[in-house]
C-alpha cells in the first residue's frame, strides 16, 4: 500500500475493529427485525384471516351506518363516536372505531343486518398493531423506537465497513465475491454466507433503514424541525413518529380527554380533540348525516381500507391503504356533496419520496412481487446475522470475547474520518454516539499515559 492510499483510506484492522463492534451491537436486533418484518409484511392477508368470520355474514339487505354506530357506542361505556370504517363487500360487519375516555381506540364490530355487537377489541391490542410495535418500538414506545433508530444508525455503519472488507483484492475468480463456496468446509463457507449474503441485499438493506427513519422518534422529529424552521417540505403526514396512539392515527389528530363532550342517545356529536373550529352539527345532524356520507363514500372507489371521521361542520373519507401512493382524502358535506379532494400527486415532492419508501417498505406498493422480495431480502438477513454469529463462535478464543485486537498504527484515512462525519450528521444519534466514542478514547489514551 502506497503512503497516499493508506492516508486515503482506513486500514483492514480499522474496519475490522468497527465491524466487528457494530455488528455485535445490531445483529440481534438484525434478526429480530427480520422476523417481525416478515410477518408484518402479510399483515394484509393476516387481517383478511383473522377478520374471515366478519366478512362473510348474510348479505345486507338494509344498510344503516347510523344505527351501526349506534348500536356501538353502547358497548363501549361512556364513548365517543371516532370513526367508521367502509364495509369492503355486503357480507362484512360494520366496524365502528370508538375514543373510550382515557383516549384508547376500541374497535366494535355490529351486524348490519341485526344491529347487534359480534365483537369488540382494542386497536392497540389488535395483531398487526402489536407486530408493528414490536418491530418498530420493542412495545417499549418512544424509548423502545430511540433505541431501535441507534440500531438502523449502526447498522449502516456495519454495511459500510462490511462493503470495504469483502472489496476484492488479490482475489482471483467470483468464489467467495459473487457467490458463496457451499462446498467447502469450515470458516470459509460461513464466511461467505455472511459476506456474500450481506453484499447482495446491503442496498435493500439500506433502503430499508432510510425509508423507517421517517417514523423514528428522533430522526423523524428532526425532519419535522426542519419543516416548520427551513418551510414547507413537508405536507400532511401519513406516517407515525415515535409512538403515536391507535385514535390519533385513526382520526388525524390527537385525541384527548379535555374536549370531549358526551353522545346522547347517538344523536349528538362527540367531543373530539379537534382544533379551534366548531365541532356541532347543527339540528343534531351528525349520526343521521352518516348515513348520506357513507353513500357518497361507496360512490367514490377509494382503496380500502376507507375510514370516515368528522371534521369541524364536514366529514373526512380518506384511505388508508399501506400503498400509500393510493392515498386520496375526500371532504365531504353533511348532505353528501364533495367539497376537496386530497391526492397523493398534490403532496410535495418530501412526502412523495417517503410515502413511495413506506410502500416499499411495508412490500406494498407492487403488490405481491414486492412482498416476495421483502421477504427474500429478510430470509437473507436472518441467514447472514446466524453465519456471523457461527463465525463468531468458532474465531473467539474460550472465555475472551474475540475483538480484532487494535493496532497502535491504525489509521481510518481522509475517507473514513468524511464518512463518519456525514453519517454522524445525517443520523442524529449515531453523530452523538461518536462524539462520546471520541471523548472516551481520548480520555483513556491519557490515562494510560500518565
Not at 412523495?352 to 405481491?368: K, N, S, T
Not at 436472518?382 to 453465519?387: T, Y
Not at 463468531?392 to 498504527?409: E, I, N, T, V
Request: with cysteine.
Amino acid at each position: 500500500m502506497t503512503t497516499h492510499t493508506a492516508t486515503l483510506w482506513p486500514d483492514r484492522r480499522t474496519l475490522w475493529r468497527w465491524h466487528f463492534f457494530a455488528g455485535l451491537f445490531c445483529l440481534p436486533f438484525v434478526a429480530f427485525l427480520s422476523l417481525t418484518g416478515a410477518v408484518y409484511l402479510f399483515k394484509p392477508q393476516i387481517d383478511d384471516w383473522i377478520d374471515w368470520p366478519y366478512d362473510h355474514l348474510p348479505t345486507v339487505l338494509s344498510p344503516s351506518p347510523r344505527r351501526d354506530v349506534q348500536t356501538a357506542l353502547p358497548a363501549v361505556p361512556q364513548g365517543s363516536f371516532l370513526a367508521y370504517e367502509l364495509p369492503r363487500t355486503p357480507q362484512s360487519a360494520a366496524r365502528v372505531l370508538v375514543s373510550r375516555p382515557d383516549g384508547e381506540a376500541v374497535r366494535v364490530y355490529v351486524d348490519r343486518n341485526t344491529h347487534t355487537v359480534l365483537k369488540t377489541v382494542l386497536e392497540e391490542s389488535r395483531f398487526e398493531r402489536l407486530v408493528f410495535r414490536l418491530h418498530g418500538q420493542l412495545l417499549l414506545g418512544n424509548v423502545g423506537s430511540v433505541i431501535m433508530e441507534m440500531v438502523a444508525s449502526w447498522t449502516i455503519v456495519l454495511i459500510v465497513t462490511g462493503l470495504l472488507l469483502w472489496w476484492p483484492r488479490h482475489q482471483r475468480g467470483l468464489a467467495g465475491i459473487v457467490y458463496p463456496r457451499l462446498g467447502t468446509k469450515g470458516r470459509t463457507r460461513w464466511r461467505d454466507l455472511h459476506a456474500v449474503t450481506g453484499v447482495w441485499i446491503s442496498v435493500f438493506l439500506v433502503l430499508f433503514l432510510v425509508s423507517g427513519l421517517p417514523w423514528s422518534f428522533v430522526w423523524g422529529h428532526a425532519l419535522q424541525s426542519v419543516e416548520n424552521t427551513v418551510g414547507r417540505l413537508t405536507s400532511v403526514k401519513d406516517w407515525e413518529i415515535g409512538a403515536v396512539p391507535a385514535a390519533t392515527v385513526i382520526a388525524g389528530h390527537p385525541v384527548g380527554q379535555s374536549q370531549k363532550q358526551p353522545v346522547k342517545d347517538g344523536m349528538d356529536m362527540p367531543g373530539m380533540d379537534m382544533p379551534a373550529v366548531s365541532t356541532s352539527f347543527p339540528d343534531g345532524d351528525f349520526v343521521s348525516s352518516l348515513d348520506t356520507v357513507v353513500q357518497t363514500a361507496s360512490t367514490l372507489s377509494l382503496p380500502a381500507p376507507v375510514i370516515i371521521t368528522p371534521s369541524g361542520s364536514m366529514w373526512t373519507v380518506r384511505s388508508d391503504t399501506q400503498n400509500r401512493p393510493l392515498r386520496e382524502s375526500v371532504t365531504v358535506t353533511p348532505n353528501g356533496h364533495v367539497m376537496t379532494q386530497a391526492t397523493f400527486a398534490g403532496k410535495g415532492l418530501v412526502d412523495r419520496i417517503i410515502g413511495y419508501g413506506v410502500a416499499v417498505h411495508e412490500g406494498q406498493l407492487f403488490g405481491g412481487m414486492n412482498q416476495a422480495i421483502n421477504l427474500v431480502v429478510a430470509m437473507g438477513l436472518l441467514m447472514m446475522s446466524s453465519a456471523a454469529t457461527v463465525l463468531w463462535f468458532k474465531r473467539k478464543p474460550a472465555g475472551s470475547l474475540g475483538a480484532p485486537p487494535a493496532l497502535r498504527s491504525q489509521k481510518y484515512g481522509v475517507v473514513g474520518i468524511a464518512t463518519l462525519i456525514i453519517l454522524g450528521l445525517l443520523l442524529p444519534e449515531l453523530g452523538a454516539a461518536l462524539l462520546v466514542l471520541a471523548l472516551a478514547n481520548r480520555m483513556f489514551a491519557k490515562l494510560r499515559l500518565t
